[in-house]
């Protein structure tokens, strides 16, 4: 990552003219390297596939064969590791503030992982003989950390470097282990709850046996139902918000099926035909939020009941439905359920926008502005107590900033989020780049000394520091009460590495996951930059 340096004086293990041809065109490299990287990472390993990381374990393959084809890489590996954070921040930032009390275990036992495991490395690494150099360039490469330039200062020669490069494959190899055995796990998780949206939105047509005000509901307080149709005598039309619902009315209850189950057992009985079906005087439709005068709002702020006499019920973002509870901020791609009066239709998808073809593009002002921010905060130099000094990085700074405007959304008519395809398309694009060049770029140096005695005991050493941090790590999650998804999803924080995030979602859809990470990837990052330090002087 940062501070990763070529090998000077080394020559290529195996001259050819296609080396040749690949150390004069660095972008032919680095697609064939993405490629291959690809293709290896789909295949199956036992329970588990690298995926993405495929493009690293290529990358280091083919560097080891020329130090050529890794040594003008720096700037792609910082502007995918930049691009991969900005957008993971953006994605997750909304959802990490809004949980932030949950993440405080979490955050505590990240600092306790990383300084436990660091103890660990250390007196593992005085007993086999690994110098004090090396031991903190393995713990920076075994957590995949942009602070090798810290331990490189500190210990005045590139001998971290080498640590760094023999430990950064076995660091990612190992989580990703790790993780595949975890994420899945059905533990206790009472202060982590599984959303409502991890068990899908569904719909009840209901028939009330008794009078019931919406505001006293206890399921519509809390934002777990949604209530669109409304069928009184022989009138339907949608529901007005704090409305009282006499008996003999029939609605349209929706929510988690949990949700509507004790909201129809609160109202009265289930019917057998759906209200919904009949779209004579009240009609529905899913439309795209494409419109810049709507993305970053709330549910709330967008006023449905004032503007159209309707209610949006669910909000479809990837390949989640989220109920659309008063809170719930829209985003550009979002496809919202609007349950309006038939001739108000088109007035509310002109509204919306619902145009995919507008958010096919991306607002290339925001984008840059917020990237700009992130990689200008990553600059900023913090002294800390003893001489030591902080710095975001490439990695942290876009991440920190992005986390911030995800959370704003909106700031007078600039729009900070990103379409969710299009979030998706730039992280996955900058995390291969920045796998590719990294791989190419320690490509010399881990093939120098893997097969030696140095290699064997460095390569343990990096196996035993994540280890430590995922024991730690889980075991306290567990016994905290976050959940398995929360806690895989911190532990590829916590390691700092995208390929294992990219991997958790692969293996679980589920926001908790990218909250974890997002919560712990520039907290573990200010604790290393002290460890590394720390570990050269020991």
Not at 284 to 311: H, I, K, N, W
Request: neutral net charge.
């Amino acid at each position: 990552m940062e501070g990763d340096r070529p090998y000077p004086g080394r020559v290529p293990v195996l001259s050819s003219p296609v080396l040749d041809v690949l150390a004069t065109a660095p972008v032919l490299t680095v697609f064939l390297v993405i490629g291959l990287g690809t293709a290896v990472g789909q295949i199956p390993l036992g329970p588990i596939r690298f995926g993405a990381a495929g493009t690293l374990f290529v990358g280091l393959a083919l560097g080891a064969l020329d130090p050529r084809l890794g040594a003008d890489l720096s700037f792609l590996r910082s502007l995918g590791l930049a691009l991969f954070c900005y957008t993971v921040g953006i994605g997750a930032g909304n959802t990490f503030f809004r949980s932030l009390r949950r993440q405080l275990p979490l955050m505590s036992l990240c600092v306790a992982a990383l300084v436990v495991s660091g103890v660990a490395g250390a007196g593992y690494s005085h007993l086999v003989g690994v110098t004090a150099a090396m031991d903190a360039g393995a713990y920076a490469g075994s957590l995949t950390s942009p602070v090798l330039d810290s331990a490189i200062e500190a210990a005045g020669s590139q001998e971290p470097a080498i640590g760094y490069a023999l430990a950064y494959p076995v660091g990612v190899a190992v989580a990703i282990v790790v993780v595949a055995l975890v994420i899945h796990r059905p533990w206790p998780a009472r202060r982590d709850p599984r959303p409502a949206s991890a068990d899908g939105i569904t719909a009840t047509s209901v028939e009330l046996l008794r009078n019931v005000k919406l505001d006293q509901m206890e399921a519509f307080q809390r934002a777990r139902i949604r209530i669109s149709y409304l069928e009184r005598g022989e009138r339907t039309r949608v529901v007005h918000p704090g409305e009282e619902l006499l008996k003999g009315d029939k609605v349209v209850v929706v929510g988690a099926p949990r949700a509507v189950d004790e909201a129809v057992a609160e109202l009265g009985s289930g019917l057998d035909r759906c209200l919904a079906k009949d779209r004579t005087a009240v009609d529905y439709r899913r439309l795209t939020v494409s419109s810049t005068r709507v993305a970053g709002r709330t549910v709330a702020e967008v006023d449905m009941p004032g503007r159209f006499q309707g209610v949006i019920t669910r909000v479809r973002r990837g390949d989640l439905d989220l109920l659309a509870h008063e809170d719930l901020v829209l985003e550009l791609g979002d496809r919202v359920l609007a349950v309006v009066p038939s001739e108000e239709l088109e007035r509310a998808a002109d509204y919306f926008g619902d145009s995919e073809r507008s958010i096919a593009q991306i607002d290339a002002f925001s984008v840059g502005l917020g990237m700009a921010l992130g990689t200008l905060a990553g600059l900023v130099a913090i002294p800390l107590p003893g001489g030591i000094t902080l710095k975001l990085g490439v990695a942290a700074g876009p991440l920190v900033v992005g986390m911030v405007l995800g959370r704003v959304g909106r700031t007078g008519p600039f729009v900070w989020g990103l379409p969710h395809a299009a979030n998706a398309t730039i992280r996955q694009l900058g995390l291969l780049f920045f796998l590719a060049a990294i791989g190419l770029a320690s490509g010399p140096g881990f093939a120098a000394a893997a097969f030696s005695l140095t290699g064997v005991k460095v390569g343990v050493l990096a196996a035993l520091i994540v280890v430590v941090n995922a024991v730690v790590l889980l075991a306290g999650a567990r016994w905290a009460g976050v959940s398995a998804p929360r806690a895989a999803g911190g532990l590829a924080g916590l390691v700092g590495q995208p390929a294992i995030l990219a991997f958790a979602l692969s293996k679980r859809d589920d926001e908790r996951v990218e909250a974890g990470y997002a919560t712990l990837f520039a907290l573990a990052i200010v604790v290393k930059i002290v460890m590394v330090q720390v570990l050269v002087a020991l």
